[in-house]
């Protein structure tokens, strides 16, 4: 099994943003689960960080959420990125570029 | 952008409830199907769920995090963080209520004396560009001797030169204030009456609301029978109704009236009403105002002048008209004088000059009040940290429970702001009380110009500073839970480590500050009431004990001999009256006239002028046996008589200081002096009697050379009867109201008063100055004392386990007690030493204020720091009781 790490204090948001801008409509769970799956399994997607994030974003206009039902016809709230999102997202995204690829910048030996 | 931001969370918050419960159903979903994954995984259903859970977190803490993002602090929240503040309060009463005492007492005194200060010498008067506004005080008034006859000429600048000055001043008026009967049988009123030139109005700005105001023909001697009425008297008197060209009595004297102030305008001093002042000054226009009248010259800077410029300007004048005219003083002298004039200023802002003396006194008592604050806030510091060192531990309780750090500290700010809110609260309550005690310290001159009003700008500063103070150190507690690690804070059970040197250090630092601070106050209110105590215990020079006096005037056309004949009938009937024992009638009061008239002298047939001083004497005409109605003592010679009238050659009593200065080594009986009542005037007085020094002007000032004409040579219009009996006073006022209106019903009276309370009202400044001072001392004292109490206390407290461990290798309880008290008196005597320091160099603000003493008082500099160090030792070793009650064993069990 491979080893897990809890995600990176600030980027559970970007990650949210991106999973929903590639796959719109998803609830919470499948949220948790597409990001584990796209970091093979690496990243871990703390359920106590995931709802607090959701509200942020909902606050914030970047997503929207929407009541519908699961497969197993259970009620779920399915969300999707806004235009305001995905704007958002191209500017958290060149941030965090630049900042890693900084960081990677750094601690590449001499 | 923000706006819908704000939007949406507003509908969240509005919409809270459902928000709550389809976050509850989500994450319900989320644990459902994580469980699942785990059953597929391999676990047992009953462990995927506990997993699935565990993995979630604490579901109530989810739920908050999840809340706060909504950016709204739950209502309930809130409302539950004031219920347990409130709670935690209410447990400690004393704690909450010295705190919002304490707080409030800083806040209010504060407030109330920059209101003060700030309606006497900050707020602009309210006239036309007030900054332009100055005093004049070496311009004269021309005096002619009757109307018709020519002015006398003066060596000075006087009004007309001020005003042939344009370039510099741009109007210049003369005004004074005194008052006018306006008679009516019903109600006979005594009427506050401004004398005032044409330029009066003009000057200041004003404009009439109706009507119009005097012009330069009702000035001139003998004509000027007009009136302007102020808008209060117009509606009080006579109802608003149509008044121009009535005419009124004043005095005997019909006023015709012309015009009607706006209302608030009663400059100076609460006029009822204004009447022209005639240029020049004759005879006349005194003797309706019982001879005296203290007028001020003002004027109004020229735009573009600047105060600096118009004084040496003005100067130079006065130092031409001198040099042209006046032969009399020798050069020096005049040197002299035009040195103190260029250093004292012959034009002055008007408002400082109005504001006078006061301002000192009020800058001090703001000054002192500034001290009171800062005691208040570093007590308060203390209280707080005090109280935050032994919270420490629950903070760290309710952060290892799972409390998020902002909760926290929203729960610690609540109860901050509950009491600093309280603290503000009590301070609006006592601002107004304080504003009242300090009216006695408003100058009178500045009476119905200037209110003082709370000064809002102030009250937001000092509650700004309560806030930051009760805040700032309120969430002392939170800081220290957020810096601690809760594990080690509670493992620590019961010693408080978290309460380190540092804070301790920091609460030692505070009381020397307090110590310091409170010996700066102790000693300014001991200086003050150690020269209020001898202020009162002066030689008065009389016995005001069972006298009563009543003040009233003539109206200013009576005849010599009318006047002569009303008061001695007065007098008369007073003399029968039941209870009253002795009964006098004088010119002015003692101790209520100030500086009162004085008129030149000149010594007669080869007699020697006194070799220092003024050639002055003041003067008051008075009624045989004043001198014993008032127990002023007699020297030497005899009473006046009724013989001592104006066909006998004028007599004189004079007072010891006279005599002394005048008649060195000789009986003055006797003997004669040349006095000049009147300008030119030449009169012989033999001196029939000598009389104790009476302290007429006020107790501060020495005894001026004094003289008593007997007032059946001249009688004032203006007079006071005084009755000494043992007699209730209320008898004895009784008694001058029925002899004067036995005598002539309509005359007006003014105020009735036992000559006691005349003494108490000529120092009421000085009184309330001490007072005030005392009171900030006092309570300075009781805070101190309980900043040393609470952190001995808390100290102690903490020490518990030392104090154990020491016992138990065999300290005694006395050895712990000098141990303890040898810390505290380190604290106590330094800031003793500070405050020493601080008042030795501080005292010199206090140079006007002292009687009788110098402001580096021994007396009071030993005192002082003695009770400061008494109270503050005792505060110390109250606490150290429980030192002895100390049981090693159970000490150091508890741990």
């Known amino acids: 099994m491979t080893r897990r790490e809890p995600i990176p204090q600030g980027t559970l948001d970007l990650l949210v943003l991106s999973t929903l801008d590639q796959r ?34 909902m606050v914030n206009g970047w997503i929207k959420g929407k009541w519908g039902r699961t497969d197993e016809n259970r009620r779920a709230r399915y969300y999707h990125i806004t235009a305001e999102g995905q704007r958002e997202l191209a500017r958290k995204l060149s941030s965090y570029q630049r900042v890693s690829g900084a960081i990677a910048a750094v601690l590449q030996p001499a | 952008m923000f706006l819908a931001v704000w939007w949406r969370r507003l509908w969240l918050f509005l919409n809270r409830d459902r928000v709550r419960r389809e976050l509850e159903e989500e994450m319900q979903l989320h644990r459902d199907l994580r469980a699942r994954a785990m059953e597929r995984g391999g676990a047992a259903p009953v462990d995927a769920a506990a997993a699935a859970r565990r993995r979630f977190g604490h579901e109530v803490t989810l739920a908050e995090r999840s809340q706060e993002s909504w950016g709204f602090q739950r209502g309930d929240e809130l409302r539950w963080n004031v219920r347990y503040a409130l709670r935690r309060l209410a447990n ?50 021309p005096f002619a001797p009757g109307p018709g006859k020519p002015a006398e000429v003066r060596a000075t600048v006087d009004l007309d030169g001020a005003a042939a000055m344009p370039d510099v001043f741009s109007s210049v008026a003369a005004f004074a204030a005194g008052r006018l009967n306006l008679p009516d049988v019903e109600r006979p009123l005594r009427l506050r009456a401004a004398v005032v030139t044409d330029g009066f109005f003009r000057t200041l700005g004003v404009e009439p609301m109706v009507g119009r105001t005097f012009v330069k023909e009702e000035t001139v001697p003998g004509a000027g029978t007009v009136v302007v009425l102020s808008d209060a008297l117009w509606r009080r008197q006579y109802g608003a109704r149509d008044m121009l060209g009535e005419t009124i009595l004043l005095d005997d004297q019909r006023y015709q009236v012309i015009g009607i102030m706006p209302p608030g305008f009663s400059f100076p001093r609460e006029s009822d009403l204004w009447i022209p002042m005639s240029v020049p000054l004759t005879p006349a226009t005194f003797a309706a105002f019982g001879g005296m009248l203290n007028w001020e010259v003002m004027a109004r800077l020229t735009p573009g002048v600047e105060m600096t410029a118009a004084n040496s300007r003005l100067l130079q004048r006065w130092a031409q ?61 203390n209280l707080l940290l005090s109280d935050a060192a032994s919270r420490t531990r629950e903070m760290a309780l309710r952060t290892a429970l799972g409390a998020s750090r902002a909760r926290v500290f929203r729960q610690v700010l609540t109860e901050s702001v509950i009491l600093a809110l309280g603290g503000i609260g009590a301070g609006l309550l006592l601002a107004p009380v304080v504003l009242r005690a300090l009216q006695a310290l408003m100058p009178s001159e500045l009476a119905g110009v200037v209110e003082p009003q709370l000064d809002w700008r102030v009250l937001g500063f000092a509650s700004s500073l309560g806030l930051v103070t009760g805040i700032g150190f309120g969430l002392w507690p939170a800081r220290a839970a957020s810096r601690t690690d809760p594990g080690e804070t509670l493992k620590s059970s019961g010693t408080l480590l978290a309460t380190g040197r540092r804070s301790a250090r920091g609460r030692r630092m505070l009381i020397v500050v307090e ?43 009576t005849h010599n001999a009318t006047r002569l004949a009303r008061i001695e009938a007065m007098l008369e009937r007073l003399r029968r009256s039941p209870g009253v024992e002795r009964a006098a009638a004088v010119s002015e009061l003692p101790l209520s006239s100030g500086e009162g ?43 006046f008589t009724p013989r001592d009238d104006s066909l006998a050659p004028p007599t004189v009593i004079i007072n010891e200081t006279l005599a002394r200065q005048w008649f060195p080594n000789v009986d003055p009986v006797g003997r004669q002096l040349l006095g000049h009542p009147g300008p030119g005037r030449n009169v ?101 004392a309980l900043g040393v109490y609470s952190v001995v206390a808390h100290g102690v407290a903490q020490r518990g386990r030392e104090f154990g461990i020491r016992t138990a290798l065999g300290a005694t309880g006395g050895n712990l007690l000098v141990m303890v008290s040898r810390e505290v008196f380190v604290v106590v005597a330094l800031g003793i030493a500070i405050g020493l320091a601080g008042a030795w160099a501080g005292a010199r603000v206090l140079e006007a204020s002292v009687y009788g003493i110098t402001v580096h008082d021994a007396t009071t500099f030993v005192i002082g720091p003695a009770t400061l160090g008494i109270i503050a030792m005792t505060a110390a070793v109250l606490p150290l009781r429980r030192v002895f009650r100390v049981n090693p064993v159970d000490v150091i069990r508890s741990e």
């Open chain 2, 321 to 381: 008209a001198i040099d042209g005219r006046d032969r009399r003083d020798s050069r020096e002298d005049r040197e002299e004088r035009l040195a103190y004039l260029r250093s004292s200023g012959a034009v002055r802002p008007l408002q400082a000059y109005l504001a006078g003396t006061r301002a000192t006194a009020l800058l001090v008592l703001l000054g002192a009040t500034g001290l009171l604050l800062l005691i208040a806030c570093a007590n308060v510091t």
């Open chain 1, 24 to 57: 719109p409509e998803l609830h919470g769970f499948e949220i948790s689960e597409a990001i584990g799956r796209r970091s093979g399994d690496v990243l871990q997607v703390e359920e106590g960080s995931l709802y607090p994030a959701l509200q942020r974003l």
């Open chain 2, 92 to 141: 400690r009463p004393a704690y909450a209520a010295t705190i919002v005492l304490v707080m409030g007492l800083g806040i209010g005194a504060t407030t109330a004396m920059f209101s003060a200060v700030d309606a006497v010498m900050l707020r602009a008067l309210p006239f036309r560009e007030p900054s332009r506004l100055v005093s004049l005080p070496i311009v004269e008034l």
């Open chain 2, 684 to 784: 012989h007085y033999t001196v029939v009697g000598v009389v104790a020094d009476v302290r007429e002007q006020d107790l501060a000032s020495d005894v001026p050379p004094q003289l008593y004409h007997p007032m059946y040579r001249v009688t004032p219009t203006a007079f006071a009867l005084v009755a000494r009996g043992h007699a209730e006073p209320a008898a004895l006022f009784a008694a001058l109201q029925n002899a004067v209106r036995a005598v002539d019903p309509s005359q007006a009276v003014g105020r009735a008063r036992m000559m006691d309370q005349v003494v108490r009202e000529s120092v009421a400044p000085q009184r309330t100055n001490a007072l005030l001072i005392s009171l900030f001392a006092a309570l300075a004292l009781v805070l101190a």
């Open chain 2, 515 to 557: 110590v310091a601070l409170s010996l700066m106050l102790l000693v300014g209110s001991g200086l003050l009431l150690r020269s209020f105590s001898k202020l009162m215990r002066v030689e008065r020079g009389m016995d005001t004990a069972h006298v009563a006096s009543l003040e009233l005037s003539f109206a200013g056309k």
């Open chain 2, 597 to 639: 008239y004085a008129e030149p002298l000149d010594p007669v047939d080869g007699g020697a002028a006194p070799p220092s001083g003024s050639r002055g004497a003041r003067y008051l005409h008075v009624s045989p046996s004043y001198f014993g109605t008032l127990g002023i003592a007699f020297h030497s010679g005899r009473d």
